[in-house]
């Protein structure tokens, strides 16, 4: 029986705090799939995601279908907009959240995999995480820190990951990053969409530079909406997720593990041919053209 199967397999997903988001029902499926599961985290959400953990509170989300409970072999600080930690500023290292939990750069986040599990530790890297803060504003209301911020949090940091840990890598390693439809999305501003677009590209660049490099398949999923924390506060949410079911091809709602499920496929040899590509699991509502005569449009 063909089957995904990761057993023996390290994974790394960056970007999860709680129960509600992409990072999670990933983290699942590598796990169902047999895969041992890092998180990175970021530090103002650390505390309030070891709190969830410790009590119990998304022990039904964690719970796997033969009875176990999701496990996080470690839970490292990662703040994915510093490579290194001397490029932090004073205040952000010297801020109540990010004193105490050590190097919560990219780099910090290699070295302390390497401490933790020797030269090669990884086989699967996931970057699901995105910031923008001016995401709320129109383009053309955007300012140029507001821009470069959303890039280098939400597309920049895809780079870096893949120039720190690909050398962690174990051969057939796969990395992938979540982005979402790199076109016009009203409401989705800020730069962000202008990120997706320089994530969706760089997973092509990435795919060439690290499989050359490393042998490692570089990856992204556009995933259709879903009420995580990030897109909850980005407002409207609730509406694309009603738009999205009444135009797609199909109208059940996106579930996190649809997108956990192709992560899982993807990461294994099963997707041992698939580099530099993005895959839509999005119900199919990136090939619709207008949904004249739905009486839906937003
Ligand atoms: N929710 C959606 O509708 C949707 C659709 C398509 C793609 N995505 C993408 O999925 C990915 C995961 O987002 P999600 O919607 O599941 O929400 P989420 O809230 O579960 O995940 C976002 C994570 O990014 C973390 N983060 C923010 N800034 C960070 C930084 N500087 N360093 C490290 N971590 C940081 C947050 O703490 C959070 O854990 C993002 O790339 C997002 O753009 C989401």
Redesign the pocket.
Known sequence: MLSIDLKGKRALV?????D?????AIAKALAEAGATVCA???P??LNIFLNLLERGKIDESRRMPDGALLQFEKIYP????FDTLVEAPEEIRDNKRYKDVGDFSIAGLAQRLVQDFGDRPLDIVV?????GPEVKKPLLDTSRAGYLAAVS??AY?LVSLVARLGPLTRPGGSFL????MARVVPGYGGG?SSA?AALESDTRTLAFEAGRKYGLRVNT???????????SAIGK?ER?VEYYAANAPLTEPLT?REVGTTAAFLASPLGSGITGTTIYVDKGYHSMGAAVGTGNLL
């Open positions: 960056a970007g999860v705090a709680d509600a988001g992409y990072g999670f990175g985290t970021w103002p959400a990662l703040d994915a907009v970057h699901s995480l995105a910031n949090a939400s940091s990053s979540l982005t979402y962000m997706k999923i556009s995933a259709g909406p879903l009420a995580s924390r990030a897109a949410i694309m996190a």
